[in-house]
């Protein structure tokens, strides 16, 4: 029985009265006298009949011109069915949503009247808020899609199960969403994972952290409620170097300051969980997990800790990518107490007989997976030891995929259709791993090519498309395999391109742009298919993708005649309007930055741009950060030292994230964020 079917009909009738009451004037107190009764009555006879089917029900504001329908889910586990279901039935034509995050549940406030009915009457079962245009036809072609979407759900047989995407699919998606920058899809992703059940709530948590960690929210992972549990339960590696990560960024200031005992200080004040997470192998770590590492057993005094962390630093050869300040003073530290560590060195030499037992045991068991190849091999046999080398990012210590391109290539390209499909899980690993480095054009083709095989276009899948995407064109491809690829991007374009998609197609078009070009001809046929829908469809188009979409036209001779969007100011201030703040973009593609920059001037001129490409925190980055009225950032490949840094010094609240790498993405989050910074200060 779900939960909807256990109200009983005074419950129901209690909630309808609040539900419109004050504050809701689509049916004033359910009086049988009033003239429209007739657009919400099945509404509310579809409740009370108890409807195998999403309760829907109409609201007209009281004190704004605004309509909205609110749709409550049957049960709590039908979050992504009721999704399906609206999307099905009205879609972006009838309502409004970002489609790079999809149609979500709504946070109610608990101070507007009807919501509070609504938060207390459906419990945790998920609500959707939807919205439409403001004309009497668009409110009335919604309410006539959302009866229909009702009649036919409850005319269906009941159904006793629901299919859900598998958790290992669910969490595939999540890593590969933040190492392609959605910001917004690996919000999805782990919401989804959350309602689905089978993740522990400590699992929650970790992966929650590494979502944190890759957006820089330093100050958020140190003041999680349930930090102290994620820590006890030894979690990966990528969480505990999360968690350093996060109280380096702490210390960051004092010392690019060069100021030990202050940092020192800060230490003791914020890395409280430090201490437990020391047994960690530094071998996959940052220069930043370091270096808290070795200023904790400096100040912990623990010799024998100590001295495993500068051997290990000396013998990768890594000690130039740490601060010098730490470094010499943990050497001096541990010189300084090198006649104790000689007469009792039995702690770090019984470790490494034992360490070597183990993986000798492990060899004799299981092949090693110590190359990408190896990795690729295990991950589609399911193996276990392909989970792991995943889970702690084993792939850190080894030479780029590039240097094994084309066997890595091969290798995807000849899987069957299971073990294909497999392989997807360590897309985001080969994203994270390739960078903006020297790229692996063939294995980023391969992973395309896998890509379209299976559909995968949701919005988190189209970012790392893109991602690849760039990553197979900066390997500057012969005109044939440029043609092959853009061929295939563009060949299920009718299934994607959409004006709620447009900065993901338009990210699309710009690497176009800036990439190199083999073949003029596939250049133009592709972008012109991309461009076409949103031409077609440019009065329901976002001022922002508009504007980008008019560049991109007049760059690549695109013949389009742009008309700016009917309605622009409706949902706010004016671009051109926008007050003198001061914006800071970061991204570690320059190019982006600059063809963002450009555009928020034309947009927004009275607003001051600054750009931000630092792999570190400098002084003139915190001074960037300190000024900014809005920041506003692209996390793939961003460096947690930057970003963490950025966080930590950022005065203002107006902090964006894009949903992708491109230049398009990073141009609707800035146009978004100083909208809502204009609005704010008004």
Known sequence: MTQAQQQTREDVEKFLQRFFGPGNRAWPGLDPE??????????????????????????AYADRDRFAMYVIARDQGDRSNT??????????????YEEQVGIQPVRLDPDDPVERALLDFAGDRPIFRLDTGRTLEHRGNLADVLLLMQKTVASRPPRLWRVAKPIGRLLAEFDASLAAGAEAASSVVLDHLAAAGGVTATNL??????????????REILSLPELADVVSQNPPAPVKEAILNAVYAALQGPLVENDLSAAQELLVERGRFVPDLLDISVDSLGPQAITVLLMTATVLDDVSTLHRLVE???????????????????????QGRHEETADNPQTSAQL???????????????????????????????SSEGKLALENRSWLSWPSPATEDAALAAFLDGLENHAAEEAWRAVGAFIDAVGYEAPAGLTAHAFIRNAVTFDRFGPGDLAVLQALTEIALRAAPSARTYTDLLDEIGAERGRWVSPERAPIALDFVDRLFLAACPSTEARSNLAYSLLEPLWLHQQRLERADWAFAQRLSRELDIAFEWEPPAGDDDQGESTSEIPPLTLLLYSLDEAVLARCREEVGRLAPAVKVMTASDHVGTPQLRQKARTADVIVLATRCAKHAATGFIDQHAVTEHIGYANGSGSASLLRAAVDKLRAAAAASS
């Open 312 to 334: 290990a630093v000396q013998h990768a050869d890594r000690a130039d990518e740490l601060s010098p300040l730490v470094w010499d003073d943990s050497r001096r530290a541990l």
């Open 205 to 218: 948590a970790n992966l929650r952290i590494k979502r944190l960690d890759r957006l820089g929210r330093s």
């Open 34 to 59: 009033y003239r429209h009764k007739d657009r919400s009555m099945p509404f509310v006879e579809a409740l009370r009949r108890g409807d195998d089917a999403p309760i829907v029900l109409p609201r």
């Open 83 to 96: 999704a399906e279901l609206i999307r099905a039935f009205a879609g972006p034509t009838y309502v409004a």
């Open 352 to 382: 490494e007989p034992a360490a070597e037992e183990a993986a000798q045991e492990a060899t004799v068991e299981h092949l090693p997976v110590d190359s990408w190849q190896s990795l690729l091999a295990a991950v589609t046999a399911r």
